[in-house]
């Protein structure tokens, strides 16, 4: 919601908009990374369980708790989307000069995620059509960032 409110805050000081998404893009990556470190400390937003036949599932696991504290085997989601987000964050800090490509990358990198992990996750979530909502979000990110990149090539190329 924050990052909706900056559109008429910049409209309002007549500043451009997507210089300052551009500016708060490796901030909300890192952000990101941080609060799946919490979850991961907590048990929020666990992984499903997994079983030595699930091959690489199984070697992404660790033993941890979901949010009522029953340890097993879980694909450690939090942990990977904090490297990724992590990564994401020191992709966004070498890119982009310019305006819209950084915040572009990073909902391209934070959809991915959201829609790669979804389906590891074993907390419980709304699903329409067999998608969990936050996958859905993913893929609403993903698009909405690759429609920003190819604006931004757009106008540079002119």
Not at 67 to 94: F, H, I
Request: hydrophobic share 50%; with cysteine; proline share 6%.
């Amino acid at each position: 919601m924050g990052l909706l409110a900056t559109g008429p805050v910049c409209a309002l000081h007549r500043t451009r908009w997507l210089p300052i998404l551009d500016l708060l893009a490796v901030p909300l990556a890192l952000g990101s990374g941080l609060a799946w470190l919490a979850c991961d400390g907590v048990g929020c937003a666990w992984g499903r369980p997994v079983y030595p036949t699930d091959g690489l599932l199984w070697r992404l696991s660790a033993d941890l708790p979901d949010l009522y504290g029953l340890q097993e085997p879980r694909v450690a989601v939090q942990r990977l989307a904090a490297g990724g987000n992590g990564l994401l964050a020191l992709l966004l800090w070498w890119t982009s000069e310019r305006p819209g490509r950084r915040f572009a990358l990073y909902l391209v990198g934070t959809g991915g995620l959201f829609l790669l992990l979804g389906g590891w996750r074993g907390d419980p979530m709304p699903a329409l059509g067999g998608w969990r909502l936050d996958q859905l979000l993913g893929l609403a990110m993903l698009l909405a960032g690759l429609a920003l990149g190819w604006g931004s090539l757009r106008r540079g190329s002119r």
